[in-house]
């Protein structure tokens, strides 16, 4: 068998959480397939990431390369098969992410190689590599299982297991760029942060993040008022920047912000997983919903199972009166 | 400009229970109600805008039973001008990278500037479809596309990254786009308008009609095996307030108000 | 199809129209929004206009409660005009996303609530209902209506009825899942292909049942029966008038006092549009103990709630007072205890503006099937 090969994640010079939190799965699965955890990092001037990563106690292979100052997906993928040819690994996996899906699909038509996205668990018993992930929004688990293969490729999702503490560092090898030129037809232009609107939610002490359940804007009144009793900044889901009633700077998840507030209000919001995953560090999570499944009241430490709109009115006037 | 559009038909699992079925490898979708997947909508939608703006047409493409024929038709009615849908159920539709191969085959001989599809599917959440399709035909794509300009032999687009971020990427056609929802507003399909869709084309094709193997589609291709389903327990530690709607805010309230939370 | 070579003048006899302006002047909605209907009905004569008209807000405004149609002298409905400006938009696809979604549910799931047809009867869990059967006599067919069906606050109008048919023994069944919505929004929101398809579908399928008679549980199902399917075979009767009957034949009776003053809110579909105005009084006053009081705008002359005209999915633009609060307002000042309606939209209307005025306390709005749910006899 194989190394496991872990891409790391990086953007404008800093790591991205999910290049840890592989290595909280990768050096055990490893060791089980008869092989080690090695990084992989793809950029240009990499030294700082790659002695970082490596304080892990992860052996680091980094191509540094100045035609990989930004992401692109089709030099990555070039890289990627080279690298598979020559370091031969049982599995390589990086992040679920806009990184991610964005090559390792075409990389596994390229190398008729299988691949399993979206994994929140790996593991590898009697020489079959399974995956769990889930179907239906959450709602559903699935266990996949890989019918052997000499390399198997996999994405992670963000936020599913924790990242581990840093340990002993371990070697960084630089290897070769198997890319000596340019590609044209792919080319990367410019990063654009989403407008700053006049609330910066990452600041947020407090939040009420509103998600479907509002149902349409002339609901948000009532959602405004309880959010003046106590001081909060409105927040919501993609569903609810989606439709418009909430600007988009303020949807928490994985495609907007990632908060951390003191208290989290969810209201409406069943909690889909890149929801969650932006909310996981709230101290404090109140959870309002009418399904009593919803995946949001796993998280939450108190929790309502009924109409936003027969509670919340009430919540507010309470709370006034409470605060005197 | 000629766009293909690539779209599945889904269940709406938003509100409903979820069961698996007895074999543990499927679930029971009897109850579900189907539509358009909601990220397909919105590729749906771009194709058409971008037609209206640049003439050209607009081709779907679809894998699914019969009764996915009433979301092509209202695809039609917005604005696109013909379909395939390929209907065998010897395709492994549990392995995107199966899914894309099938689609591959069905649109080779079509010309074409663009794809575009949805950047995931809400039943299974791959989100792999996309990208491995341009693979298969071997042209340029984008992942979770949020704007799209149509420039000379390319198109410059925003991808949505995580952390409120976007990145602008050119990207020289043909190629695919996998868009992400939020890029447009769709519009409504009107009756009258799925009525005189009826009129134009959609082709039911089998795997031996576009002339793609059945074996290397299928079951025993696809190198991932469902081995089994569940429903994920709730690992829950909330306190669960009880009593009428205003009992339980009276609950809320002191609780947030005593533990200095507000 | 006819519709397509009319022109719109021809379609809504606009040339029949003498401007008296009675339509705007008896218009609810114009104390709410910029609405002249009156205007409308003027300016669409020139054709050119049409499409500048189609996109003034205002023609969203309108709620179909027909007071229009009612004052009018030469018997149009000028309500319809802006239906068919609304039409416009439709066929354009650029409405509303509620309105699309809503529009969408009712093509693939036959409920405007976006809910799956499967679960249409849900309500039904843990009652003995009987099930109508195609071809099967049966005296007194039940329709429920998608929003009775699915939203838990009136499911409690076709629950009750259930109890007091079988209490009474009387020949009924209810319409199984595949029942589909009658369309009294869809047209309303100028969705004329779908209606027209509502229409064939729906009598087609309900002709397939030998019932002496449709029984509708909301007026908006049963206006929309009585005036759009030329075709049904079936004669359509709310629930008021079927009880009423019942009541007659003294095969209902009541346990228990109601020491309440209720003021009865005539729904305009039941009223105004279904003629219906005695029955209603009539159950309410057979309730022991109760005692009705009448609005000032009662019956012909009734305030809409703006429940109707589709106006579950389209928020006006308007901040004034909702007509809901002013008919909530007017309750309590006539001391009334309850609000009773025989509609489940002026339910959810009419408690939503008590509850928003903070008079729950000494108020509460019933569907009249749930006060009479109260006192059938175990």
Not at chain 1, 142 to 150: C, G, I, L, M, Y
Not at chain 2, 231 to 256: C, H, M, R
Not at chain 3, 199 to 211: F, G, I, K, P, R
Not at chain 3, 236 to 250: A, F, K, N
């Amino acid at each position: 068998m194989g190394n496991v090969l872990v891409l790391a994640e990086h953007r404008q010079g800093a790591l991205r959480d999910i290049s840890f939190e592989m290595l909280a799965v990768a050096p055990g699965l490893a060791g089980n397939m008869g092989g080690e955890a090695v990084v992989l990092l793809i950029g240009s001037g990499m030294d700082e990431m790659a002695k970082k990563i490596a304080g892990y106690g992860v052996k680091v292979m980094v191509v540094d390369d100045p035609l990989f100052e930004n992401f692109n997906a089709e030099k990555y993928q070039k890289v990627l098969s080279a690298l598979i040819d020559d370091l031969k690994p049982a599995l390589l996996m990086t992040g679920h992410t806009a990184q991610g899906v964005d090559f390792m699909p075409a990389l596994a038509v390229e190398k008729k190689m299988p691949l399993v996205t979206e994994a929140i668990g790996l593991e590898y018993e009697g020489d079959v590599l399974k995956v769990t992930r889930q179907l239906y929004s959450g709602k559903v688990n699935a266990t996949v299982a890989f019918k052997p293969a000499d390399t198997y490729l996999v994405t992670f999702r963000e936020g599913a297991v924790e990242a581990p503490e840093s340990s002993a560092g371990a070697d960084v090898e630089k290897i070769e760029s198997p890319l000596k030129e340019d590609i044209p037809y792919r080319k990367f232009v410019e990063y654009i942060e989403a407008e700053v609107g006049d609330v910066d939610i990452t600041q947020s002490d407090i939040l009420i993040a509103i998600g479907r359940g509002l149902k349409e804007d002339k609901n948000l009144p009532v959602i405004e008022e309880l959010a003046a009793a106590i001081k909060a900044d409105v927040a919501g889901s993609r569903a609810a920047t989606d439709a418009g009633w909430i600007p988009h700077d303020r949807q928490v998840g994985t495609s907007g912000k990632t908060v951390k507030p003191k208290l989290y209000i969810a209201m409406g919001i069943s909690g889909a997983f890149q929801h969650l995953a932006g909310m996981k560090g709230a101290k404090t999570v109140v959870a309002i919903n009418k399904d009593p499944e919803a995946p949001i009241f796993t998280v939450a430490d108190y929790a309502i199972v009924d109409d936003m709109f027969k509670v919340v009115p009430k919540l507010a006037e309470k709370l006034k009166e409470l605060k005197g | 400009m000629k766009t293909l559009v690539c779209i599945k038909y889904v269940p709406d699992t938003s509100e409903a229970e979820v069961k698996v079925n007895p074999d543990g490898i499927s679930v029971d979708d009897s109850r579900f109600s189907f539509d358009i997947n909601d990220s397909d909508n919105y590729a749906v939608e771009e194709s058409v805008l971008i037609k209206e703006a640049q003439g050209g047409e607009v081709t779907v493409f679809s894998i699914g039973p019969k009764k996915s024929d009433v979301m092509i038709r209202m695809a039609m009615a917005k604005g696109c001008d013909q379909a395939v849908r390929v209907e065998d159920d010897r395709i492994a539709g549990h392995d995107p990278l199966m899914v894309a191969k099938t689609l591959a085959g069905a649109i080779k001989g079509h010309e074409f500037d663009l794809i575009m599809t949805g950047c995931v599917a809400v039943d299974d959440g791959h989100m792999a479809t996309g990208a491995a399709l341009a693979e298969e035909l071997g042209v340029n794509h984008a992942t979770m596309v949020k704007k799209v300009e149509v420039g000379d032999g390319k198109v410059t687009v925003h991808r949505e990254l995580e952390g409120g971020m976007l990145e602008s990427v050119e990207v020289e056609l043909p190629a695919v786009l996998t868009i992400q929802t939020g890029i447009n507003e769709p519009r409504y399909a009107p009756i009258r308008g799925i009525r005189q869709a009826q009129k134009k084309e959609l082709k039911v094709v089998s795997l031996d009609d576009i002339g793609v193997d059945p074996d290397s589609v299928g079951s025993d291709a696809s190198q991932v095996v469902i081995e089994k389903l569940y429903i994920p327990e709730v690992e829950s530690t909330a306190e669960f307030l009880e009593g009428e709607p205003e009992e339980k805010a009276e609950k809320l309230a002191s609780i947030l108000v005593k533990g200095g939370l507000v | 199809m006819s519709t397509e070579i009319q022109t719109f003048t021809e379609k809504y006899d606009l040339l029949g129209c003498i401007q008296c302006g009675r339509c705007t002047g008896g218009c609810p909605v114009t104390v709410r929004a910029n609405l002249n209907v009156r205007q409308f009905v003027y300016d669409a004569y020139n054709e050119e206009k049409l499409d500048e008209l189609a996109r003034l807000a205002e023609i969203w405004d309108c709620t179909a409660c027909h007071t229009c149609a009612v004052r009018c002298p030469k018997g149009l409905k000028p309500l319809e005009v802006l239906i068919g400006l609304r039409s416009m938009i439709v066929e354009s696809g650029k409405v509303e996303p509620t309105v699309r979604d809503a529009l969408q549910s009712v093509l693939l799931e036959g409920n405007p609530w976006e809910k799956s047809r499967a679960a249409r009867s849900d309500w039904m869990e843990g009652l003995d209902v009987k099930i109508a059967e195609p071809g099967v006599e049966v005296e007194n067919l039940f329709f429920v209506c998608c929003t009775i069906a699915y939203d838990p606050r009136v499911q409690a109008i076709a629950k009750n009825m259930v109890r007091l048919l079988n209490k009474a023994g009387i020949d009924y069944a209810f319409l199984p899942e595949e029942e589909s919505c009658c369309g009294s929004e869809v047209f309303t929101l100028g969705e004329e292909g779908l209606f027209e398809m509502l229409v064939e579908d729906n009598t087609e399928y309900l002709n397939e049942y030998s019932a002496k008679r449709i029984v509708t549980l909301s007026p908006h199902c049963f206006t929309t029966y009585k005036t759009h399917y030329p075709d049904l075979k079936t004669p359509i009767l709310h629930y008021t008038q079927l009880l009423v009957e019942l009541l007659h034949e003294g095969k209902l009776t009541w346990k228990g006092d109601l020491q309440k003053r209720i003021v009865y809110h005539d729904p305009c579909y039941l009223g105004k549009q279904g003629d219906v105005y005695d029955e209603p009084r009539e159950l309410l006053k057979s309730i022991p103990g109760v005692e009705v009081v009448e609005f000032d705008r009662s019956r012909e002359r009734s305030l809409c709630c703006e429940g109707g005209g589709g106006k579950m999915w389209v928020e006006s633009e308007s901040k004034k007072e909702r007509l809901a609060d002013t008919r909530i307002k007017d309750a309590k000042d006539l001391q009334a205890d309850i609000v009773a309606v025989a509609c489940p939209f002026c339910v959810m209307t009419l408690e939503d503006s008590m509850k928003g005025l903070g008079f729950e306390e000494e108020m509460r709005v019933a569907e009249i099937m749930e006060l009479l749910g109260e006192h059938i006899e175990a």
